[in-house]
């Protein structure tokens, strides 16, 4: 007689992307016991976090959708922040998702004791589970400036992460921002189009590229709703060209490299007019050793004369403003921190702790890394999505978490069939992973001289140095080889 499949607990920890697909896919496997906490109020992750004007992510938006929840509607081919976010609220309501989201409930702890993990909350629950699947995404804690003075500054400030909207900005607004990343660059032409006085401190000039981004009529999203098979080529056709061209580029094919090399050259020298300010905003590093950004309205913004570029470092910040290297001292009135988020604290802070109590400060003390960016040793049962060396390219973020997801469900499969009740993958496989991944890092654009928010401790870049096909096809099915099993 054959046994039935099991039904574990799983513990899902955040509700943004990852976290509800992961729900639904589970769901349709057939597991029901499921828990979602999320810390905050409602879904949505980094859409609903990051709410700075100009929000908009830069893949193209019908390719930045679940690929079983197509999207007809969006309205441009660049999505703003506020769309995404209710393209996940629809999905979420779509497949009633919220009966599992334990809302405003974020993980302290999770520990594993005698094949079972125990989740505790803040708010005292206590939560029993066989999985903990991690979905706290990749950029979720903002990182602020180490500058002399930054709490002694008593004008409005935030950093863009946590955008303050009770903060009215006017023409007569003195405006300051810190950072020239990919946030400021969608966020500066903003706060330039208010008329304000916005004086952007540039540290390091950063490489751009131009693609239109065009909205879509009422005619073209109805044709969409009406013949799906369009809404699938503009998928297809965005694919296409991150995959071939953008991934490509970055992890060193030499006609795409160079191609995109000149195109980013090209958009600057096209771009900016005043040769000085042109010279100002050239990095002095190759294309894409940074993350490239895609952008269409920085350059025109950062023309307009209401536009202050400031280039000199930055000494300190006073009561009043910021002080720069020069000794000119900038008066303002907001100061906007557009610096990035630690890359590296992926589940923390919560105290994650595996068998034989290792934490997991203890086990990464020396480098972050994971077999697979997914399973780590002495933490069996559990899963981190989209963890170390996870990001390719400039490729969608969901594509990657379908296909960690599929790889999820095969091996709780495993543990449903009784194969085994517990697994971690084996720490000469996340060694050999970890090199196999460094010696491809020689040949991309991520080393190539740059400081970048890529780089860990050690200056190795956590990213995928492959193709996207090669990850995808490496990632089809579970290698048992470098799996530790064990059975009670």
Same mark, same amino acid.
């Given at each position: 007689?054959?046994?039935?499949?099991?039904?574990?607990?799983?513990?899902?920890?955040?509700?943004?992307?990852?976290g509800i697909l992961m729900t639904i896919k589970l769901r349709q496997a057939g597991i029901t016991d499921i828990v979602v906490l999320e810390k905050k109020e409602s879904v949505g992750g980094t859409w609903r976090e990051n709410t700075y004007p100009g929000a908009a992510c830069d893949v193209p938006a019908h390719m930045y959708t679940y690929s079983f929840e197509p999207n007809p509607n969006w309205s441009r081919f660049f999505a703003?922040?506020?769309?995404?976010?209710?393209?996940?609220?629809?999905?979420?309501?779509?497949? %009633?998702?919220?009966?599992? *989201?334990?809302? /405003?409930?974020? +993980?302290?702890?999770?520990?594993?004791?005698?094949?079972?993990?125990?989740?505790?909350?803040?708010?005292?629950?206590?939560?029993?589970?066989?999985?903990?699947?991690?979905?706290?995404g990749i950029l979720h804690h903002p990182q602020f400036p180490n500058i002399a003075g930054l709490g002694d500054f008593k004008g409005a400030k935030f950093h863009t992460a946590q955008? %303050?909207?009770?903060?009215? *900005?006017?023409? /007569?607004?003195? +405006?300051?921002?810190?950072?020239?990343g990919s946030t400021a660059a969608q966020a500066i032409p903003e706060l330039i189009k208010t008329g304000a006085q916005v004086s952007v401190f540039q540290r390091t000039p950063q490489w751009l590229m131009h693609l239109?981004?065009?909205?879509?009529?009422?005619?073209?999203?109805?044709?969409m709703t009406r013949f799906p098979i369009i809404t699938k080529f503009h998928r297809n056709t965005g694919k296409f060209f991150l995959e071939h061209f953008f991934t490509k580029a970055v992890t060193g094919q030499f006609?795409?490299?160079?191609l995109l090399s000149f195109l980013c050259k090209a958009n600057l020298r096209l771009s900016i007019k005043d040769k000085a300010l042109r010279e100002k905003l050239r990095p002095h590093y190759q294309v894409g050793c940074k993350r490239v950004i895609i952008n269409s309205t920085f350059y025109k913004g950062i023309q307009k004369p209401n536009a202050h570029l400031i280039t000199e470092g930055i000494e300190r910040i006073t009561e009043t403003g910021i002080i720069t290297k020069d000794g000119n001292h900038h008066e303002l009135d907001v100061l906007?921190?557009?610096?990035?988020?630690?890359?590296?604290?992926?589940m923390r802070p919560m105290n994650l702790v595996g068998r034989n109590n290792v934490h997991i400060d203890k086990a990464w003390a020396h480098k972050i890394k994971a077999y697979r960016s997914m399973l780590l040793s002495d933490y069996?049962?559990?899963?981190?999505?989209?963890?170390?060396?996870?990001?390719?390219?400039?490729?969608?973020?969901i594509a990657?978490?379908?296909?960690?997801?599929?790889?999820?469900?095969?091996?709780?499969?495993?543990?449903?069939?009784?194969?085994?009740?517990?697994?971690?993958?084996?720490?000469?496989?996340?060694?050999?992973?970890?090199?196999?991944?460094?010696?491809?890092?020689?040949?991309?654009?991520?080393?190539g001289g740059c400081q970048s928010w890529y780089l860990d401790a050690d200056g190795d870049p956590i990213l995928w140095p492959y193709t996207w096909q090669r990850w995808v096809d490496e990632m089809k099915d579970p290698q048992m080889e470098h799996i530790n099993t064990t059975t009670f």
């Open positions: 007689m054959t046994q039935t499949k099991r039904n574990p607990s799983v513990v899902i920890i955040g509700a943004g992307m990852t703003r922040g506020p769309e995404i976010k209710q393209y996940f609220e629809h999905v979420v309501n779509k497949y %009633d998702v919220a009966r599992d *989201i334990r809302f /405003n409930e974020a +993980v302290t702890d999770a520990h594993y004791t005698d094949g079972k993990w125990t989740v505790k909350t803040n708010k005292g629950q206590t939560y029993i589970a066989d999985f903990i699947v991690c979905a706290t955008w %303050d909207h009770s903060v009215e *900005i006017t023409a /007569n607004t003195r +405006v300051g921002v810190i950072g020239t239109p981004d065009f909205t879509f009529s009422k005619t073209s999203r109805k044709l006609i795409q490299k160079h906007v921190l557009s610096t990035g988020f630690n890359a590296f604290n992926f069996p049962n559990f899963f981190l999505m989209l963890g170390p060396n996870t990001p390719i390219g400039n490729f969608s973020v990657m978490s379908e296909v960690q997801t599929d790889y999820v469900i095969k091996l709780i499969d495993k543990w449903r069939d009784r194969e085994f009740d517990e697994f971690e993958a084996k720490q000469q496989a996340i060694d050999d992973f970890t090199a196999y991944v460094k010696e491809g890092l020689k040949g991309t654009s991520w080393v």
